[in-house]
């Protein structure tokens, strides 16, 4: 790998500008993932061919979930939910699209009024999409009825980012701030950085602050003084 990335400093890849978001970068580990919301324009469409017009993706912190659900949101104008209540049920009625971020984490979900909730996202023209850590088989319910309906739903697993990708977005989030620095230091970045998108955002912001305060050529010094700070 070290060979490859001497030889290049960023692998080809394709971005997408995320409305009040930051860049999306299209890689093998989301391009399911997004292909899949991409058919969300057309969600009768999307009924037609998966029954169900909601889509759960799973997968480790930081694997970039919640960036794909800026982009779902995006598309369906829907609106980011921790509960479920009865103005859902209304707004559901009248078509509205919603995101359950997080879901695995909700604490006490009232099953009867989510199923309710579902029924009304089925049955008119809006959609969900749920983020989680667990595969949609290991979220588990009192109501086997709402088992069985989220299990039927489409779902995509994202992995967190392999060292080629982390290189490359490094590169971009540097490139971005106008701070370039040699592959020697981006690779030593990478191999003791957290392997998730924010981390690699706040190495490029906190560097970023350093080298302005500074004022000087960004040294082998100073980027282990930034993967301290951030608690790489």
Known sequence: MEKNLIKQLAL?????????HS??????????????????????QFKQKFNFPVLILYGPSGSGKTHLAYIYKEITDAK???KISNINLDEAKSGKSFIFDDFDRIKSLN?????????E???NLGSLLITTSKPPNEINFSLSDLESRIKSCISAKIELPDDDFLFSILIKELSDKKIFLNDKHC??????????YKSISLFA?????MSLEKKT?????????????IKA
């Open 80 to 82: 980011f939910i921790k």
């Open 23 to 44: 860049n999306f970068i299209l890689n093998k580990v989301n391009e399911v993932a997004l292909s899949l919301i991409d058919e969300f324009k057309d969600i009768k």
């Open 12 to 20: 080809p890849l394709s971005f997408r500008n995320v409305k009040n």
């Open 121 to 123: 996202i089925f049955v």
């Open 187 to 196: 690779l030593y970045i990478i191999k003791r950085i957290k392997r998730n």
């Open 205 to 209: 912001e906190t560097l970023d602050i």
């Open 111 to 119: 099953e009867n009024l989510f199923i309710h909730f579902f029924n």
């Open 217 to 229: 050529k960004i040294t082998l010094k100073q980027i282990k003084e930034v993967l301290n700070i």
